[in-house]
């Protein structure tokens, strides 16, 4: 694969209004909105000024004019601690957030208003992250008390515990679901990923069907995980300094298994091996790895204030660019582009916009978020970054 035809990540703009260090940053599955969580304990909502354009009808691509963001909304007192995790329901209308006080909160947009509708209260003590089943019918969390929690989204936002795994040995950092609604990924300080599927004849409840741990996984706090649009591969992000790679199959069959989109149910048994392990080029740990919606970029943000795009290349292509570094040699995966000093200080979370796969935001400790586009080699769009404040 050649990489000449983009080769820099471009700095469009810069939102500014948290008071602290942002740890989360989320596109809406329209791409209109892009939603921030911050120590602060308030989630702000990002989307084009007045008289603009939206996102998602200003073009994709690297070519494509983005008008400036503006704060539109800030959701705040659902918490009482920092927020550490937002994830927007797939219909786009509920959004939860995770946070130290121990609690998930739901949010719904109400004849234009965000209205705070439902608390989940059951982890012991911090949640780290909480995520929506494809088919918005279940709400995935987990948190420092080392558990995954799995919860039924029922009609007028009531919300009913389906489980609660407590395989991990360590703080859970993150979970993801599988495009298919059939798997759930979990990622631990006890270095490893765990893969839940529901436990075969029904009856509601989840096992551990794989654990993702040893020589070929993460040899240091696993902090992130993020399936492919796809699903056919996950990656995964360490306190190694690696980005992992792995392919999905389930069963013997040589499909992946886009699945059926539903919040469980399904029978075939996953089987996940590593593909790829990139390292070599971030300096500290990785605290964060986003797929773009074509599946053609694999952006990841570290503790060095990096923010770094890998692409698959062929074995020649690898080999010339570095071939993944010290630990990938021969993994496939280049390093198409780089901005080594992205944030002021720690990249916490990078996400590329759900249909423009050349448009990333980043947020860190700085209390900033960034947007990004991903240019093309000598393809001008010399178009100067902006500032956002509230």
Same mark, same amino acid.
């Given at each position: 694969m050649s990489l000449e035809s983009f080769e820099s990540l471009e700095l469009l703009q810069t939102l500014e209004g948290h008071d602290e260090r942002v740890w989360c940053v989320a596109w809406s599955p329209d791409g209109s909105t892009l939603a921030s969580c911050s120590a602060d304990k308030t989630v702000r909502l990002w989307a084009p000024?007045?008289?603009?354009?939206?996102?998602?009808?200003? =073009?994709?691509?690297?070519?494509?004019?983005?008008?400036?963001l503006v704060c539109s909304a800030v959701l705040e007192d659902s918490h009482t601690k920092t927020i550490r995790c937002a994830a927007w329901s797939n219909d786009g209308r509920h959004l939860a957030t995770a946070g130290f006080d121990g609690l998930t909160a739901v949010w719904e947009r109400q004849g234009g208003v965000w209205?705070?509708?439902?608390?989940?209260?059951g982890h012991e003590s911090e949640v780290k992250c909480v995520a929506w089943s494809p088919n918005d019918g279940a709400l995935a969390t987990c948190g420092r008390d080392k558990s995954v929690w799995l919860w039924e989204h029922l009609p007028g936002n009531d919300f009913e515990c389906l489980d609660v795994k407590p395989g991990h040995g360590g703080d859970v950092k993150a979970v993801a679901w599988h495009p298919g609604g059939e798997l759930l990924a979990s990622c631990s300080y006890d270095d490893s990923i765990k893969i839940w599927a529901p436990e075969p004849g029904g009856g509601g409840e989840w096992e551990c069907a794989q654990t993702l741990a040893g020589p070929s996984g993460h040899s240091s706090t696993v902090w992130s995980v993020a399936f492919s649009p796809d699903g056919r591969q996950m990656a995964s992000a360490g306190d190694d300094k690696t980005l992992r790679?792995?392919?999905?199959?389930f069963g013997n069959s040589s499909d992946d298994g886009g699945g059926g989109g539903g919040g469980g149910g399904g029978s075939r048994r996953p089987s996940f091996r590593l593909a790829?392990?990139?390292? =070599?080029?971030h300096s500290r740990s990785i605290f964060s790895c986003s797929w773009s919606a074509d599946g053609r970029w694999?952006?990841?943000?570290? =503790?060095?204030?990096?923010?770094?795009?890998?692409?698959? =290349?062929?074995?020649?292509?690898?080999?010339?660019a570095g071939g993944g570094g010290a630990d990938g040699g021969g993994c496939g995966w280049v390093q198409a582009c780089a901005a080594e000093a992205a944030h002021e200080s720690d990249v916490n979370s990078v996400a590329w916009h759900p249909s423009d796969a050349t448009l990333l935001a980043s947020g860190g400790d700085d209390g900033r978020v960034r947007l990004w586009r991903l240019r093309a080699a000598g393809g001008g769009g010399g178009g100067r970054a902006v500032m956002a404040e509230d």
């Open positions: 000024g007045p008289g603009a354009p939206p996102l998602a009808a200003a =073009g994709a691509g690297a070519a494509a004019a983005v008008a400036p209205e705070s509708v439902a608390t989940l209260e790679v792995w392919e999905c199959r790829a392990a990139i390292g =070599g080029y694999l952006a990841s943000g570290d =503790g060095a204030n990096c923010i770094r795009v890998f692409t698959r =290349g062929d074995e020649a292509a690898a080999a010339a």
